[in-house]
């Protein structure tokens, strides 16, 4: 959470990074996998008084291609991808197709979408910005950042799960970093 919270805060206020703080704050609050991300289009999209319902239309896990909705609400700080992602819409005139797609210099908007590369490019790129290692992060680092700041802060692994698609615990527990090292561990309850 901290790492996304500096990241967006160095985004700079061009349609591009309007564009990357919609993919970074989405694929984050929704623990994407990056293919997910943006394998997105407008019409899975549903704006609703809570936040935003996405219908994730096949994953990874899901290869009969059943789809499942993942609700992401409203949040409470300045990193809302709710409001990013609408945002990004409006900036970018979108109406229908990929939601998160290339931007050209010039700030014309590509009419296909991302590859699941260029989500990895962007999480490196303004890793290495704000000062992390980007070697340490990957589109992926999206998804696990979510898992792992969710169970810090103590939410049931059933809920993690239900955002992330996981089908059981054990797979879940291998996206969980060590920052759980501290969560409620046993000699800092004791001493």
């Known amino acids: 959470r901290e790492d996304v919270l500096a990241v967006i805060d160095a985004l700079p206020p061009t349609l591009k990074g309007i564009r990357d703080r919609a ?4 694929g984050f609050a929704g623990a994407f996998r ?3 991300l943006v394998g997105l289009n407008v019409e899975d999209a549903k704006f609703a008084p809570e936040g935003l319902i996405l219908k994730l239309r ?3 896990t899901d290869q009969e291609g059943e789809g499942r909705d993942i609700g992401i609400p409203f949040a409470r700080s300045r990193a ?3 409001k990013g992602l609408r ?3 409006d900036q970018a005139s979108i109406t229908s197709g990929p939601i998160f797609r ?6 014309r908007i590509q009419s ?3 590859t699941s590369q260029s989500v990895a490019l962007v999480v490196k790129h303004y890793a290495a910005k704000v000062g992390l290692d980007p070697k340490k ?3 992926h680092s999206l998804r696990a950042g979510l898992i792992t700041s969710a169970a810090k802060l103590g939410v049931s692994t059933y809920k993690i799960r239900q955002q992330s698609g996981h089908r059981s615990d054990a797979m879940l527990s291998r996206y969980i970093r060590d920052g759980e090292l501290f969560v409620m561990n046993a000699a800092g309850a004791v001493l």
Not at 23 to 26: N, Q, R
Not at 102 to 107: P, S
Request: glycine share 14%; aromatic share 8%; net charge positive.
């Open 23 to 26: 993919l970074l704050l989405v």
């Open 34 to 36: 990056r293919s997910e």
């Open 58 to 60: 096949r994953s990874k």
């Open 80 to 82: 809302c991808p709710v």
């Open 87 to 89: 945002a990004w819409l």
């Open 102 to 107: 290339g931007v050209a210099k010039g700030g």
């Open 112 to 114: 296909s979408a991302m």
């Open 137 to 139: 992060f990957s589109g």
